[in-house]
């Protein structure tokens, strides 16, 4: 039994063995055959924020693999009555769960729910800190159309300082061996990346040159009409990836982005529905992961030496 | 009945002394201090040769969080935990529930601290600026200094509108009130958690800028500059406040700043995995801000060390460290820390360090307290440290009831081992207890 938070906490053997778990699910689902899911479960899906594609995405994951979903929404339940996240955390213990889903809008939050919870908690997203299945789903989508993760060049665009997707793809990518460039204006890129896996590029254009791999970014709109960030328009004509500024990317590079789009704002209708396009196959390969990531939060852990707590860069 | 204090080294920065030598408590009041102390008839004596005699130690910046917040500390519970940290004196921050804005107030709280049964220690209360703490109406200050306030404060709520902050000075100034300056521009940190750098930029935690603090140090020392009113700045922690403190000290306002230990000893890093006892405001900065503030601390530019004691309910910091409150209970580790990190370094003699924390601190404000000078203070006001003693900081040892602490577990050099408030008012499990002889019949 274990927690999965933060791919920052991983190891490349975990990684690669969650990934190599999910191909064969994946594998296993598409040719009708059953898969290798261990006991059957019954978690708690524990949703803060609301968010309904990577809450049917656990579901969809859960079914596959005979577990049993119990849904606790942010609405409507105690979690709006004041209790704290500790004892709501504590009741969901008792209430016999074996483990725990959840998002929460507190960069953190998922860590405290594991100390408490004393079992498996999978992050569905922590804040601004980490959403370690969205990137599994990523890395899954890429070695689809690539052979290896190692030595490829990754361009990671947009609003990189507020983005959990952004901090677990980039300690993903890095622990698999890419390069990985973090492109934006500097509104939207965090002031000190020391700790941060990754190049800074406030050009798009230099910062995609020859990418194999171009992670578009989610812009918040509410950001943008505060006039905490560049404007919409502003966005657009400086950062937007599409025809004409992927020229500078490699000729075979893919295109992805976590979802839901600001469609003309971060990719114009071309590059989205294109062939470099990525996007509904990351959609697709997000339930594969989270079975294995499911799978793999129930198993026992190698019986390698304590994990090293903080990652190095 | 007649103390004394025998052979120790006595440390007094009101008078330049540090020697070994002798105390004499006689009736509650100092009646000798020096090498040669002429005594033959004490009721009860402390063997002293090895540990400090000091002035009793003053903290400017306490909060006791009573009225309204009983659940993290009260007035009882603070000042026990003063007096086991080696404080005779303490002064109490305004932003209670309700804050400290009108002389009922004022009175409430010296009633509860002189009680019979409360710590020992003195509280000096310090009243709002403002009405309400909104940053809006400046209070009827002459009155609350009439009521016994020692200063006026906006901790807790800094005051945003410099037009304010203005008028709050001038009318300082007039009736001889010290401000106790929160430097913090909310348009800039409202947001944050935890310091504004790698570490934020790791955890995908909202940063606090450096500039947040230091803009409105710079705000309030120019204020001061202009209108000659004598501010203090609570707790600064970045290497840009207290360049802009020496500046203003240089160009001659009446400035003075104050440090707290664990702005001398930790960074950010120290958050690791979003630990909330490490969550301060202004928070932990990085290793430059405090090799820096070492040096302002050696050089005079820092005046004197503050606790900041900020104790919580376990309640309140079980939760996303974002919503965790900010500071920690401090009353208790404050001198172990400095001692430990400052003293034990290298970076102040011992003398200065009382300095530090008992007769700068005093000086400040104008307290009768951080003197062994007999007669300089209303009741003797003593401490004595010993400076070697290995100990390990236990949240669940401590007095007070906050048990939110960046030290629970570090191990200190050095502990206040008696407080004496008149009489004695605290004795250290650890004090070792053949020192002490009493011949009362």
């Not at chain 1, 004393?118 to 370690?132: F, M």
């Not at chain 2, 400090?52 to 009882?76: A, F, Q, Y």
């Not at chain 2, 600064?236 to 000893?265: D, F, N």
Request: hydrophobic content about 40%.
């Amino acid at each position: 039994m274990r927690s999965l938070i933060a791919i920052r906490h991983l190891e490349r053997e975990d990684i690669s063995g969650i990934l190599e778990q999910a191909k064969q699910m994946k594998a296993a689902i598409l040719a009708g055959k059953p898969v290798d899911s261990g006991p059957p479960r019954t978690i708690g899906l524990l949703f803060f924020e609301n968010s309904t594609r990577t809450r049917v995405s656990f579901e969809q994951a859960a079914s596959y693999l005979g577990f049993r979903t119990v849904n606790f929404s942010g609405s409507g339940s105690s979690m709006r009555k004041g209790e704290t996240l500790k004892d709501t955390i504590l009741t969901l213990k008792h209430e016999r769960l074996e483990g725990v889903v959840m998002r929460h809008w507190c960069s953190g939050s998922a860590s405290l729910a594991a100390r408490h919870f004393e079992g498996p908690v999978v992050n569905a997203g922590d804040g601004q800190h980490e959403h370690p299945t969205q990137a599994l789903g990523d890395a899954l989508t890429i070695l689809e159309r690539k052979e290896t993760i190692d030595g490829l060049r990754v361009a990671i665009v947009g609003d990189v300082a507020h983005s959990r997707v952004a901090r677990s793809n980039a300690w993903l990518l890095h622990r698999m061996g890419a390069e990985v460039r973090f492109v934006g204006p500097r509104s939207l890129i965090p002031g000190h990346t020391a700790k941060l896996p990754g190049e800074t590029y406030y050009d798009l254009r230099n910062g995609i040159s020859d990418a194999d791999v171009v992670m578009c970014l989610r812009l918040q709109r509410e950001r943008m009409e505060s006039g905490h960030s560049v404007s919409a328009g502003e966005y657009r004509r400086l950062y937007q990836v599409n025809r004409s500024t992927l020229r500078a990317a490699a000729p075979d590079v893919m295109v992805m982005h976590p979802g839901p789009i600001n469609r003309g704002i971060e990719l114009d209708d071309l590059t989205a529905d294109g062939h470099a396009s990525a996007i509904s196959d990351q959609v697709t390969n997000g339930i594969f992961v989270r079975m294995a990531a499911l799978r793999w939060v129930f198993s026992e852990p190698r019986s390698a030496p304590a994990k090293k707590k903080e990652a190095n860069v | 009945m007649k103390t004394l204090l025998k052979n120790g080294r006595l440390l007094d920065p009101s008078q330049d002394l540090d020697t070994i030598g002798s105390l004499l408590i006689e009736d509650a009041q100092i009646t000798q201090v020096g090498p040669e102390v002429e005594l033959d008839d004490a009721t009860e004596v402390y063997d002293c040769e090895g540990l400090w005699i000091v002035p009793g130690l003053v903290d400017l910046h306490t909060h006791l969080r009573e009225p309204g917040e009983e659940h993290r500390e009260t007035i009882k519970t603070g000042t026990m935990a003063a007096a086991a940290g080696g404080f005779t004196n303490i002064c109490c921050m305004p932003n209670t529930t309700p804050p400290l804005d009108n002389p009922a107030l004022v009175d409430f709280i010296m009633d509860k601290a002189s009680a019979p049964d409360a710590g020992g220690a003195f509280v000096a209360p310090v009243g709002a600026l403002t009405l309400g703490q909104k940053g809006e109406t400046v209070c009827d200050l002459a009155a609350l200094k009439k009521a016994g306030v020692v200063a006026a404060s906006d901790e807790g709520g800094p005051i945003q509108d410099s037009a304010v902050m203005l008028r709050a000075m001038e009318y300082c100034l007039q009736i001889d009130l010290p401000i106790l300056a929160h430097c913090d521009d909310l348009s800039l940190s409202r947001a944050g958690a935890m310091n504004e750098g790698a570490t934020s930029a790791m955890l995908g935690l909202p940063g606090m800028p450096r500039s947040a603090e230091e803009i409105m140090v710079m705000r309030n020392c120019l204020l001061s500059l202009h209108t000659g009113c004598r501010i203090h700045i609570l707790r600064v922690s970045t290497w840009g406040a207290v360049e802009m403190v020496r500046q203003a000290k240089y160009l001659g306002a009446p400035v003075t700043c104050e440090i707290c230990p664990h702005h001398l000893c930790l960074t950010d890093e120290a958050v690791g995995e979003f630990n909330v006892n490490f969550k301060t405001t202004p928070p932990l900065r990085t290793q430059v801000d405090i090799d820096i503030l070492l040096q302002a601390l050696g050089d005079g530019t820092i005046d004197c060390i503050a606790s900041d004691h900020s104790p919580y309910a376990p309640y309140e910091v079980d939760v996303p460290f974002e919503e965790a409150p900010f500071g920690m209970s401090s009353l208790e580790s404050t001198l172990g820390a400095v001692l430990t990190h400052v003293t034990h370094k290298g970076v102040l003699s011992p003398l200065e360090t009382v300095r530090k924390l008992s007769t700068g601190p005093a000086q400040i404000l104008g307290l009768e307290a951080g003197t062994l000078q007999p007669g300089g203070t209303p009741v003797a006001q003593v401490t004595v440290i010993d400076p070697s003693l290995q100990w390990t900081y236990d949240v669940n040892r401590t007095f007070s009831k906050g048990k939110n602490s960046a030290f629970h577990g570090a191990s200190f050099q050095g502990k206040a081992v008696a407080t004496f408030c008149g009489t004695e008012i605290y004795r250290d499990p650890l004090f070792d207890e053949t020192r002490y002889q009493s011949v009362l019949p």
